[in-house]
Structures are given as structure tokens and as C-alpha cells.
């Protein structure tokens, strides 16, 4: 491989598959999803070993309640049974965790979990793992633009002083630079509700690629391509 010039700060994935994935392999959409979570543990380690130092991952959207009510249990089980398998190796290995998305309609062991997780992982300088669940990034902005109008009804905010940095700042994503790279998986090449606001400046890369396949040689080449991009960000070079 060639020598790479520049590592994304921030790399977002949209992993995508695992549904044909399992059809492929003959198993069931749950399967698909588990050896997904395998995927996303090479990822975790393989992002960090290459310098990354912020990692979002959609692992649930809003719009993901609606799929048949067997593989949303078995989608909460597997956050449940990656919290347990995955937090103390975390942890060591300095990864942060953060969830951005609406915790209100997890259940209470699901919502314990995902504490568990941020708390015990809360002191991890190597990089962050942000997991986006019952995300929507249109809810996302809704949200923020609720808050900031409540604070100018009660006068503590005045219209013409809202600016991008303060929506910026009234998203999930408040303290998190933008993403640099956004991948997603499987061959479709859309972005389904997925950090649309964060999303103005970045590199996107798509790979036929089915998620839980998405191994080291696929993030490196996404990091190729990444390399080779000539990020002007509306300027003239
Ligand atoms: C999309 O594939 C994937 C999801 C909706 C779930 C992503 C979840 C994981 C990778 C599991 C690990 C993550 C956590 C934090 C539990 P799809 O089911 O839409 O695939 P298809 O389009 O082929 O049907």
C-alpha cells in the first residue's frame, strides 16, 4: 500500500448488510447482526490502531423499531451482550464510549447498559466510539431548534444571535468535531437519517462490502481513498 498522507480525525460508518449477509450465508437476520458486532470489534481496534481518533457507528435508527418485533429483541439483546463482552477490553484499551440518539424508549436494561458502558470507558484518551442508537438526525435537529426556541421565548437567547456553532453545540454530537470520512457499507449509497447536519463537509465512500465483512483490508482501502481526496471545503487551492 501506498504511503498515506492523511488519517481521517473522525470516521462514520454506516453499517449496512447484515441482513444479506445472513441470507447469503443461509442464517437468520439475527446471525447477521451478531457477526456484524464481530465486525465492529476488528473495526474499534483497527480504527484506533490507525490513529482514528473518533468513531460513530449507526447501529440502530429511529426508523429501526419498525422491523419485525423478533429482530428488534434480538437488535436490544445484542446491545446488552456487547456491553458485557465488550466494556472491561474497552476500557483498557483507553476507547471511549459515547451514545448519541433518544435513550427514552429503551428498555431499563438496555438504558443501564449503555451507562455501564459510558461510565466504565469515560477515562479513554485513545479514541472515542460513538454508537448511534434510536438515532435520527432530522429528530436530531428538532430537538436542538426546540431547545433554542424555548431560550428565546424566556428571553435568555436572542434570534440574531444564533449562529452554526450554536446548533452545532445543541446537537448529541455538541462535543465531537464533524466527521471527516463517512463510509457506508453493502452497495447503497445514501445517508438514511445519519448525521446530516455534521455531515456539510465530508468525504463519503461507499463499498459494495457487506458489513460483517468489512474487515482490516476494507478500512484501509477506505483510508486510501480517503488519502487521495482533495478536501477544499469550497475554497480554491
Ligand atoms: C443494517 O443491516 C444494520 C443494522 C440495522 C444494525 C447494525 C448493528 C450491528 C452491526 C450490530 C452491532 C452493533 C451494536 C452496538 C449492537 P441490515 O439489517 O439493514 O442489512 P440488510 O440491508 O442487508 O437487510
Not at 462514520?12 to 441470507?23: F, H, L, S
Not at 458502558?117 to 435520527?136: C, D, F, P, R, V
Not at 435537529?141 to 444571535?161: F, H, N, P, T, Y
Not at 447536519?197 to 468489512?214: G, I, K, N
Request: with cysteine; glycine share 6%; charged share 25%.
Amino acid at each position: 500500500m501506498s504511503q498515506r498522507k492523511e488519517i481521517p480525525q473522525h470516521i462514520a460508518i454506516i453499517m449496512d448488510g447484515n441482513g444479506r449477509w445472513a441470507k447469503r450465508q443461509g442464517k437468520s437476520r439475527s446471525e447477521g447482526h451478531f457477526a456484524g458486532m464481530n465486525a465492529l470489534h476488528e473495526c474499534v481496534q483497527n480504527a484506533a490502531n490507525s490513529g482514528v481518533k473518533y468513531l460513530t457507528v449507526y447501529a440502530f435508527s429511529t426508523e429501526n423499531w419498525g422491523r419485525p418485533q423478533a429482530e428488534v429483541d434480538a437488535l436490544m439483546e445484542l446491545v446488552c451482550t456487547g456491553v458485557e463482552l465488550e466494556t472491561e477490553e474497552l476500557a483498557k484499551q483507553g476507547v471511549r464510549v459515547l451514545i448519541i440518539g433518544d435513550r427514552s424508549r429503551f428498555s431499563d436494561k438496555v438504558k443501564a447498559a449503555l451507562n455501564r458502558i459510558e461510565s466504565n470507558t469515560a477515562h479513554g484518551q485513545t479514541m472515542t466510539l460513538i454508537l448511534a442508537l434510536n438515532y435520527s438526525s432530522r429528530s436530531e435537529i428538532v430537538v436542538a431548534v426546540r431547545d433554542l426556541a424555548e431560550k428565546v421565548a424566556s428571553g435568555e437567547l436572542k434570534a440574531e444571535q444564533i449562529d452554526e456553532q450554536m446548533i452545532s453545540s445543541a446537537l448529541y454530537t455538541a462535543q465531537i468535531p464533524d466527521p471527516d470520512l463517512i463510509i457506508r457499507t453493502s452497495g447503497e449509497c445514501r445517508l438514511s437519517n445519519f448525521l446530516m447536519w455534521q455531515a456539510s463537509y465530508s468525504e463519503f465512500y461507499f463499498t459494495d462490502v457487506l458489513w460483517p465483512d468489512f474487515n482490516k483490508e476494507e478500512l484501509d482501502k477506505a483510508l486510501e481513498a480517503y488519502a487521495q481526496r482533495d478536501r477544499r471545503y469550497g475554497l480554491v487551492k
